[in-house]
């Protein structure tokens, strides 16, 4: 094969591009906001050998408990090293989730690492009880390491006619790198937020319980850039990657009929699809061709809890099978924050949440996504046009809207180990340049009725299963 060439050009905006000449693809770190940012800083001294600009931080100096991104390699970050009830500077504190260790179901049996206990509470381990309904159904077994259908696995597309959503025209392969962000000032450090309260209280009539979906990290590889929910029946309806746990059919093409008959990650027969944009490391040259200018290596999450959690004034009531939900704006960018749900963190600072900026995390900290569903039902529909007006969220004091009725509210918990400065972002509509508010998710609704019924239990009488 004919050797090709790459040209460089410094954009005038001061962040270098790349145009790709051949075939050989743009290298993904001259898309990484860290090293533009050098880039542009090495340019200024070079014009002005003298002066600096002011607030401007020379490259080579590093700030405080944060690493000069060329003297570590990512994958050289072991969040097991982290003392699981280690806090944070000015009383941060942990993230205390539904109360279980996640484990993916494919792995096999090992050792408790001290890392695992992440999203765990702080109390002795509790003894299994024996309910009076077992939701896992005698006539369907369900074996988390061998699920039914594992062809479903090849995430082979079903024979039926196919609609191909057409990448975005505002993103293609001679785009600058200035034009995809994230930039710079898309990034926070997290000691710089100021402290809030996540959760309303809850009150007397509240639920307070928590169940925790076991459903695994995805480590089965089920990726798409497909979203059954908003653009059904496309591929690459989302023009960004998902990453996928539970139902392992989930595409663009997914039908509640399909979701039913498919094998699961999740324990206990839960068949229901939970699904997120993923992160990248933009230090890695990986996936430079890509239309909608999603660049770098994915970054899988160390850590997801799936916790469906009470409400704050009164009991919650079964979801309805099939129930579809979205949380967060994927077009918040150029949408404006109405419908955004974006909240970034650090492990050890969660009680410090950014809306709006990824966050820069000390040493041994993990970055963490934290993505509340919306749990206010109207009691009819299982879905709606905008796929918003069926189920909507609490007000500020937790309490549902007059007209409808409090259910399992779903709360994401992702950690992820990135490298270290403004050097990462999550899988964007090419138009929304990576911004950090775009952040969402979804979820759909296949657990057994056996099992809800056993979640809704567990919630209103104030247990943790």
């Known amino acids: 094969m004919a050797a090709a060439m790459t040209a460089l050009a410094v954009a005038a905006g001061g962040l270098v591009s790349a145009a790709v000449i051949g075939v050989a693809p743009a290298r993904a770190d001259h898309c990484d906001p860290a090293q533009a940012s050098q880039d542009d800083s ?32 990512p994958d050289q970050q072991v969040p097991e090293q982290q003392a699981p009830d280690r806090q944070g500077q000015d009383g941060d504190q942990q993230v205390q989730g539904g109360g279980i260790v996640l484990r993916d179901p494919a792995q096999s049996p090992e050792p408790e690492d001290p890392g695992d206990a992440l999203f765990r509470r702080d109390r002795s381990p509790r003894t299994p009880t024996t309910e009076p309904q077992d939701p896992q159904d005698p006539q369907n077994p369900q074996d988390p390491q061998n699920p039914q259908d594992p062809g479903d696995q090849s995430q082979d597309r079903r ?42 209280g809850i009150g007397r009539n509240g639920s307070r319980g928590t169940f925790v979906a076991q459903c695994g990290t995805n480590r089965n590889g089920h990726n798409n850039p497909d979203n059954f929910i908003v653009a059904p029946g496309v591929s690459n309806g989302a023009h960004h990657l998902h990453d996928y746990v539970g139902n392992l059919s989930t595409d663009g093409f997914s039908t509640d009929e399909s979701l039913a008959a ?45 916790q469906f959690r009470g409400n704050a004034t009164s009991r919650v009531v079964a979801m309805p099978r099939f129930l579809r939900l979205i949380t967060g704006d994927a077009k918040a960018g150029t949408n404006g924050a ?70 399992p509210q779903l709360r994401m918990l992702l950690a992820y180990t990135v490298p270290q400065g403004p050097s990462f972002a999550v899988d964007a509509f090419p138009e929304q340049k990576h911004n950090p508010v775009t952040d969402h998710a979804d979820f759909a609704n296949v657990m057994p009725e056996r099992l809800m019924q056993f979640v809704v239990s567990c919630i209103n009488r104030g247990r943790r299963c």
């Open 159 to 200: 024979a039926r006619p196919t609609r191909t959503a057409s990448p975005s025209p505002t993103a293609s392969q001679d785009d600058d790198c200035k034009d995809l962000g994230p930039f710079v000032t898309d990034f926070v450090d997290i000691r710089q937020v100021q402290p809030l309260r996540l959760d309303a």
């Open 338 to 407: 109405a419908n955004a749900r974006a909240r970034w963190s650090c492990t050890g600072f969660t009680n410090r949440i950014s809306p709006d900026k990824y966050p820069l995390c000390p040493r041994g900290s993990q970055v963490l996504r934290i993505l509340d569903f919306p749990s206010c039902w109207d009691g009819q529909n299982t879905d709606s046009a905008n796929h918003r007006t069926h189920v909507v969220f609490p007000g500020q004091n937790g309490a549902c809207p007059q007209g409808t009725r409090a259910i």
């Open 42 to 73: 090495r340019r200024q001294r070079d014009r002005a050998p003298d002066q600096q600009a002011p607030d401007q931080q020379a490259p080579d100096e590093q700030a405080p408990d944060q690493q000069v991104p060329d003297q570590q390699v």
């Open 262 to 306: 498919a094998g699961t990650t999740c324990r206990l027969g839960d068949k229901s699809t939970y699904f997120w944009p993923v992160l990248r490391d933009r230090k890695v040259d990986a996936n430079t061709q890509d239309p909608d200018g999603n660049v770098g290596r994915v970054i899988r999450a160390g850590t997801v809890s799936l």
